[in-house]
T-cell receptor
Framework: GAVVSQHPSRVICKSGTSVKIECRSL??????MFWYRQFPKQSLMLMAT?????????EQGVEKDKFLINHASLTLSTLTVTSAHPEDSSFYIC????????????FGSGTQLSVL | AQKITQTQPGMFVQEKEAVTLDCTYD???????LFWYKQPSSGEMIFLIY??????QNATEGRYSLNFQKARKSANLVISASQLGDSAMYFC??????????????FGPGTRLSVLP
């Protein structure tokens, strides 16, 4: 089946530093990838939709200058949390849209970000 | 307004018994898709089952089946013969619009299922 690889799985950083999270579709091309944020015991919150070759579409309330998204190829999207602060600590998860029958989403394994 | 409602924040089921996780949805689109995902404690999301709005038969995938009642806008997940490994968060999701065009996925708040030995 389709696989989405997300790296790193866990990162601890100091306040003020930037962190890059990668999301790769390993055996299919994904023109669209999604980035979500999940607080403990809560549902996924869509942050942005990443389209290959164009600017990402951000959901209301998500700072595009803080959460930089790059979708440079059909298999890779990156999320960079710039100047991270403790309130950015969260679980970030990406998904890639498989454009085949039934248009499924396949998810990465997530990244737990802890900002000290 | 909530597009996906999962009224059970937590559920318990005895091992080997069946359990139903509720999901109701709200859409004005005629064409849409309904999904269930499982999220174990590791955090990854695992696709379980899909039901299209025009599918006449309820979807089944192994021990998972989707009880689709279109008029009631309900898409309950039924897990038969529960196993300890089924303990996880379960999310109901909806994709509105036509396949290969719709990009709006909406997730429900989730139900935490605990399987008791």
């Amino acid at each position: 089946g389709a696989v989405v690889s997300q790296h790193p799985s866990r990162v601890i950083c100091k306040s003020g530093t930037s962190v890059k999270i990668e999301c790769r579709s390993l055996d299919f091309q994904a023109t669209t990838m999604f980035w979500y944020r999940q607080f403990p015991k809560q549902s996924l919150m869509l942050m942005a939709t990443s389209n290959e070759g164009s600017k990402a579409t951000y959901e209301q309330g998500v700072e595009k200058d803080k959460f930089l998204i790059n979708h440079a190829s059909l298999t890779l999207s990156t999320l960079t949390v710039t100047s991270a602060h403790p309130e950015d600590s969260s679980f970030y998860i990406c998904s890639a849209k498989w454009d085949g029958l039934n248009e499924k989403l396949f998810f990465g394994s997530g990244t737990q970000l802890s900002v000290l | 307004a909530q597009k996906i409602t999962q009224t059970q924040p937590g559920m318990f089921v005895q091992e080997k018994e069946a359990v139903t996780l509720d999901c109701t949805y709200d859409t004005s689109d005629q064409s849409y898709g309904l999904f269930w995902y499982k999220q174990p404690s590791s955090g990854e999301m695992i696709f379980l089952i899909y039901q299209g709005s025009y599918d006449e038969q309820n979807a089944t995938e192994g021990r998972y089946s989707l009880n689709f009642q279109k008029a009631r806008k309900s898409a309950n997940l039924v897990i038969s013969a529960s196993q300890l490994g089924d303990s996880a968060m379960y999310f109901c999701a909806m994709r509105e619009g036509l396949e290969n065009y719709g990009q709006n996925f909406v997730f429900g708040p989730g139900t935490r299922l605990s399987v008791l030995p």
